[in-house]
């Protein structure tokens, strides 16, 4: 029993953490070296692609969808797709992925002259899988070297940590008031029918030793 508690919340630590690592907004610095759109078709992996952007036709497997090509300081290439999430998950809110093309395009630029972007993002580049983060927002950085705090996160984190202790208190409240009184009672009743069995298990030897006690006054008396 003890080993399936531990493994119950182990596998609900990991399952949050794969979330939020998932879902968190990150930021990284690159160089943008093209942007195009491409007709996706959606198979197994429809469930890391947003929705159709905002105002236009819903439905269907095929669609075009916005990618940013990007460098990053190493050499390595990274890719982000440009989606609008709307109002549904994770809550970003985002409708400007037309916008967002529009100046990712304008900071495109030269190993020779570079221009160093940061690139908020969320999600997972999966070559396997053709998985792409979703890009946020575009901002020009002054090199590659800046540092870049993720206020975000770290605010959504607080806010996450404040919830949970609020939802633990209440529910150690819950059962404090509602639980711990139902459970004590349930046990008193327990113990008061323990004790009248005990007193009637008494009553009862009584009654028998007396009726022993009875019968042994007839073993001594002589016969007539």
């Known amino acids: 029993m003890r080993w399936l508690k531990r493994g119950f919340w182990t596998t609900l630590v990991l399952l949050v953490v794969t979330v ?3 879902t968190l907004p990150q930021t990284d610095i690159v160089r943008v070296v093209g942007t195009e759109t491409r007709r996706i078709d959606f198979g197994e992996n429809s469930f890391f692609w947003s ?3 905002v105002g236009t036709a819903t439905g269907g497997l095929t669609r075009d969808v916005f990618f940013i090509q990007t460098v990053r300081p190493n ?3 990274m890719v982000y797709r440009n989606e609008d999430t709307g109002w ?3 809550p ?7 916008n967002l093309q529009a100046v990712s395009t304008s900071l495109v630029s030269q190993s020779e002259a570079p221009k160093w972007v940061a690139i908020k993002h969320y999600g997972w580049r999966n070559e396997f899988f053709t998985i792409f983060p979703n890009a946020i927002a575009v901002r020009q950085v002054s090199g ?3 540092t870049i705090v993720p206020w975000d996160s770290i ?3 607080i806010l996450l940590a404040g919830l949970v202790v609020l939802i633990w208190r209440m529910l150690a409240q819950f059962r404090e008031r ?4 139902l459970v004590d009672e349930v046990g008193d009743r327990f113990d008061a029918m323990d004790a009248r069995a005990d007193e009637a298990r008494g009553r009862a030897r009584g009654l028998w030793g007396r009726f022993v006690a009875w019968l042994n006054t007839w073993k001594g008396k002589p016969r007539r």
């Open 92 to 98: 970003y809110f985002k409708f400007n992925s037309y």
């Open 20 to 22: 939020l690592h998932y």
């Open 75 to 77: 050499g390595r290439p």
């Open 155 to 157: 605010l959504i984190l």
């Open 88 to 90: 549904g998950w994770p």
């Open 51 to 53: 929705g159709p952007d």
């Open 144 to 146: 590659p070297d800046e």
């Open 178 to 181: 509602m639980i711990d009184p």
